[in-house]
């Protein structure tokens, strides 16, 4: 089996870096959530978001839905994630530390399979394989959202394109980017295209109905349907 810990990111596994996370990402919880509410998320659905960090979109969907299993293979971003978990007033999440390839859903199917930013820590052979686990986690006609670094742009293009992005890092590790974390990402990360990423998906019993790929060519948002 791939240690998905060890393949996990270094900076997810960093204090430093995970106490900085919520500064420097807003991972746009609340427009995430009122597009899965308008895919039908209620105070019925249950929820798994894989991948979960210290979880902005797990908080945030779990003040309108039954319950959130947030799943996460990195003890730190968990150890923070509790923390707010505390200071809430929430009492339907639920952590659990495991990965793709091995957290094992108990209860009745996810309506909902939600991931961001996660996915690309695998290599492809696992991306697939945890697709196809994820598939199993979640009910037919249920709703996987995937939001990932995923390249989309020609191979040809590729060294003009991740240098135009490394040169958009900044200096500041506190409160941006830097160029170095994005070499890092392109350099020992799992990110793959859009042209290979989308087979999997669908090849994991997914219907892909709606992609939206940003004007750089490095991130895409699926909502895939379980058929
Ligand atoms: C960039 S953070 C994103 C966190 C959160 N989803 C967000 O959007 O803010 C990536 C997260 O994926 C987790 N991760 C990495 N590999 C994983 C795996 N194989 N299974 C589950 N989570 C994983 C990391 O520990 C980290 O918390």
Same mark, same amino acid.
């Given at each position: ?8 990111? %270094? ?24 597009? *899965? ?8 659905? #249950? ?19 039954? %319950?959130?299993?947030? =799943?996460?293979?990195? +003890?730190? @971003? ?10 809430? $007033? *929430? ?17 009745? +199917? ?8 996660? *996915?690309?820590?695998? /290599?492809?052979?696992?991306?697939? @394989? ?14 996987? $959202?995937?939001?990932? =670094?995923?390249?989309?742009?020609? +191979? ?6 991740? #240098? ?6 900044? $200096? ?9 974390? *994005? ?14 990423? #989308? /087979? @999997? ?5 997914? #219907? ?6 940003? +004007? ?8 895939? $349907?379980?058929?």
């Amino acid at each position: 089996m791939l240690d998905e810990v060890a393949s996990a990111g %270094r900076e997810n596994l960093d204090a430093d870096h995970v106490s900085r996370y919520d500064s420097k990402m807003d991972a746009e919880a609340a427009e995430e959530l009122v597009l *899965l509410e308008q895919l039908g998320l209620n105070e019925q659905s #249950e929820v798994v978001d894989i991948g979960a960090g210290t979880g902005q979109f797990t908080l945030t969907a779990a003040s309108v839905c039954a %319950r959130v299993v947030a =799943v996460d293979v990195s +003890p730190v @971003m968990l150890n923070q994630l509790h923390t707010k978990i505390g200071a809430s $007033r *929430l009492s339907n999440v639920e952590v659990v530390q495991a990965g793709f390839l091995t957290y094992e859903h108990r209860g009745r +199917p996810a309506d909902f399979v939600y991931s961001r930013y996660a *996915l690309h820590h695998l /290599p492809d052979f696992w991306k697939t @394989m945890a697709l196809e686990r994820v598939r199993r986690i979640v009910r037919p006609s249920g709703v996987l $959202r995937l939001w990932d =670094v995923v390249y989309h742009f020609d +191979p040809r293009e590729a060294e003009e394109r991740i #240098e135009a992005r490394c040169a958009m890092g900044g $200096r500041d590790v506190e409160g941006e980017w830097s160029r170095a974390e *994005l070499e890092e990402h392109v350099r020992d990360e799992n990110s793959t295209f859009s042209w290979l990423l #989308e /087979p @999997m998906i669908q090849r994991s019993g997914f #219907e892909i109905e709606n992609v939206v790929y940003s +004007p750089d060519g490095f991130d895409a948002k699926y909502v895939a $349907r379980a058929t």
